[in-house]
């Protein structure tokens, strides 16, 4: 699927989603902001729920924050989605933050309205990801990866057993782990859905 209009990137997502029984997001706990944190508890940077669905040819990547977007701060917040492909476990994990079991080989780091990339950290490469595959409706944020841009490593695994972790980002401050507001799921990866 090559980049989208933004309504039928959300109307697909929101068919996809109530049309399986199997894509039932991951909830997070409200007001769960990890320790290590130093931002404002933004309710834009608190995980609600989340999905990653995959569609036989991309991903789309789902999930609700516990206030609207952007309307928390002067400084956006940015939305990291790990996901391990089969080979995070050797790649990066976050176990400087007791957190060992949130792997990754790549990320997916969207900043509505702003530069947003597919970061292959196995394959060692950055693409930028057009502003049509990104949706922000009210709390909720949709966006369309695909295939392509994440492929499996070799001795990975296939795309349907991809797992996955959001970590939104305050970025009032340079790049580094006391950016990171909340996991969701709070110390592991979630399962990709499949629905084709």
Known sequence: MPAVNKLTLFALACILFAGSASAQPIHDPVGDFIPSY??????????????????????????????????YSETLGRYVWGVDRGRGAETANFAQLGLPNIIFDCVVA????????????????????PAENIVVLDRTITVWVPL????????????????WNLWPRWDGIPMSDEQISDFAPDDHNASVVVVR
Do not use: C, H, K, W
Not at 48 to 69: E, R, S
């Open 38 to 71: 130093v931002g404002p508890p933004n309710p834009d940077l608190d995980v609600v729920n989340g999905v990653v669905i995959f569609t036989g040819n991309g991903f789309l990547f789902q999930a609700t924050m516990d206030g609207d977007i952007g309307d």
């Open 110 to 129: 969207v900043r509505p309205g702003d530069n947003s990339v597919v970061n292959d950290i196995f394959f060692d490469r950055v693409t930028p990801l």
């Open 148 to 163: 392509s841009l994440l492929p499996s490593p070799p001795s990975g695994v296939p795309p349907g057993e991809y797992t």
